[in-house]
Nanobody
């Protein structure tokens, strides 16, 4: 079993920044592919950014230039640095990890962008 715990969400004003963290623990014996998704109530979960075992990244078009995904291999932790936040970025953000071809999800952390 793998557990993912997110943190770092909260309320921020438009133009502000947040850094989300996700700590992975449990049966992890290699560096899994990890990512961040977002989801609004009643809508499908959608990719924000992903990072491979080797550190390659890909981003949703809406995230490019403002959002950076990174990871600390030693800590089994991934991060999502979000800058220049917009009201449209308001959502629940979920961490995911693919371990042994199985996807695991965190409980989500809420990001609210409002003045």
């Amino acid at each position: 079993q793998v557990q993912l715990v997110e943190s770092g969400g909260g309320l921020v004003q438009p133009g502000g920044s947040l850094r989300l963290s996700c700590v992975a623990s449990g049966s992890i014996f290699s560096n899994p592919k990890m990512g961040w998704y977002r989801q609004a109530p009643g809508k499908q979960r959608e990719l924000v950014a992903a990072i491979t075992t080797g550190g390659s990244t890909n981003y949703a078009d809406s995230a490019k230039g403002r959002i950076t995904i990174s990871r600390d291999y030693a800590k089994n932790t991934e991060y999502l640095q979000m800058n220049s936040l917009k009201t449209a970025d308001k959502d629940f953000y979920y961490c995911t990890a693919n371990v042994d071809e199985q996807n695991y999800w965190g409980q989500g952390t809420q990001v609210t962008v409002s003045s």
